[in-house]
């Protein structure tokens, strides 16, 4: 689960598989560096509401205040 809150107070809930967390986390550290885009896309997976075959949600870095990666285990 990753949870990313705006400068403007917005908070988005993505759960995204670990691998999709890392990406983040490493495009997070590259652009810190001054390294790589301006924004990032998530792609939103079954939280896909309506006709679309597919859905991202784009987060600009400069946007960012805070995030929380949540990790939990799926039990069947």
């Given at each position: 689960m990753l949870t990313?809150?705006?400068i403007?107070g ?23 560096a ?13 939280n ?15 946007k ?13």
């Open positions: 990313i809150t705006l403007n917005t908070e988005k809930e993505y759960d995204l598989p670990i691998v999709e967390v890392n990406a983040f986390l490493n495009w997070y550290d590259a652009r810190d001054g390294r790589g885009p301006g924004l990032y896309a998530i792609d939103k997976h079954s896909n509401k309506g006709p679309f075959n597919k859905r991202k949600d784009y987060v600009v870095f400069d960012i205040l805070t995030f929380e990666v949540s990790e939990y285990t799926v039990t069947k």
